[in-house]
C-alpha cells in the first residue's frame, strides 16, 4: 500500500511502513509541512496515498466525505 503520514507524527512511523513492504513518505519529505488539511488530502488523493494522521478534523465527513475521498479504487 501508499501511505502519508501527516506531520503530527514522528517520521520514524513511515519508517516503520517502509520496513514492512509499504510505500510511506511524510508530510516533511514532500514539504507539505504547514499545508492546509485539504491540500494534504488532495495530494494524498491526487498520488492514491492513505493517510495516516492523528489529526481528529481528517474525520469530519462533512469536510472530507468519504465518497470524493477514497483511497486505492
Not at 513511515?14 to 520496513?19: E, F, H, K, Q
Not at 510511506?24 to 504547514?34: E, I, K, Y
Not at 488532495?42 to 465518497?67: K, W
Request: hydrophobic share 35%.
Amino acid at each position: 500500500m501508499r501511505f502519508k503520514t501527516d506531520e503530527n507524527l514522528h517520521p520514524q512511523v513511515a519508517d516503520w511502513l517502509r520496513s514492512q513492504g509499504h510505500d510511506a513518505v511524510t508530510v516533511w519529505d514532500q514539504n507539505l509541512r504547514g499545508e492546509s488539511d485539504l491540500r494534504v488530502a488532495e495530494v494524498c488523493q491526487h498520488e492514491g496515498r492513505v493517510l495516516v494522521a492523528l489529526d481528529a478534523g481528517f474525520a469530519n465527513i462533512r469536510s472530507y466525505p468519504p465518497e470524493n475521498f477514497r483511497c486505492c479504487a
